[in-house]
């Protein structure tokens, strides 16, 4: 039983390149979600699905595009990358009540 | 979502239990509260939720005041392994849009001392 499979689990990129995070779930949760986590800011919300087609903002949008065309992939994509998008990156879905996390891509925006 | 309040950082000696305190004294009546842990590296675990009454499973009990203005996540017998930074968050029940939307503070950094 994988559940969430994230990947890569790490990445270095340059600045003004694009980039997608994959977030893959065997459990068929219609909801799933992108945090950010950054020192002194804990988690941030930026982007979450509903179900296949259907996504919204958070918190922290800003530079970042998903898309869901199947239920059991939520790709996350950074068009231009930015020094500031240096983070961890972390995956969730949402079952009857807790959300579940991936491990996180750890991201590196030279 | 009602806010939280968690202190910073806290200690607990191994073998003791570990009150987590949480401040949440504007949830509404029809919000859960929920507690996570994230062990350094690790993705977010889900530890515990209550609406009400006190609820215990096989890794914590959570402790709701009458008010529901505050609650507490115990550890009855802390160990080195439950050193992590840990999250208290109350979100509705029931389903539909924003209400999935979690936010998380910082948390409360609780090491365990040998």
Redesign the interface.
């Known amino acids: 039983d994988a559940g ?1 499979t994230q990947s890569p689990r790490y990445k270095i990129t340059e600045t003004g390149r694009q980039v997608t995070l994959m977030c893959h779930q065997t459990w068929s949760h219609s ?1 799933m ?1 992108w ?1 950010r986590q950054d020192l ?6 930026i982007y ?1 699905s ?1 179900a296949a087609d259907i996504t ?1 903002k ?2 922290v949008p800003d530079g970042y595009v998903v898309s869901r065309s199947k239920t059991e992939n939520f790709p996350l994509t950074l068009e231009s990358a930015t020094r500031s998008q240096t983070s961890v990156y ?1 995956c ?1 879905t ?1 079952g009857d ?8 891509t750890r991201l590196t925006v030279t | 979502d009602a806010k939280t309040t968690q202190p910073t950082s806290m200690d607990c000696a191994e073998g003791r239990a570990a009150n987590l305190p949480c401040n949440h004294s504007t949830i509404s009546g029809n919000e859960y509260v ?1 507690w ?1 842990r994230q062990i350094h ?6 530890i515990i ?1 209550g609406l009400k009454n006190n609820e215990t499973n096989e890794m914590a009990s959570l402790i709701i005041t009458e008010d529901r203005k505050s609650s507490t996540l115990i550890l009855p017998h802390a160990t080195l392994r439950d050193t992590a930074v840990y ?1 208290c968050i109350v979100r509705v029940a029931s389903s ?3 209400n ?8 409360t950094l609780l090491t365990v001392n040998p």
């Open positions: 969430i909801y979600f945090y002194g800011h804990g988690l941030r919300l979450y509903a919204d958070g918190e972390f969730a949402l009540s807790p959300l579940h996390f991936g491990n996180g | 929920y996570y590296s690790q993705g977010p675990q889900y939720h999250y539909g849009g924003s999935y939307k979690l936010t998380f503070g910082k948390g």
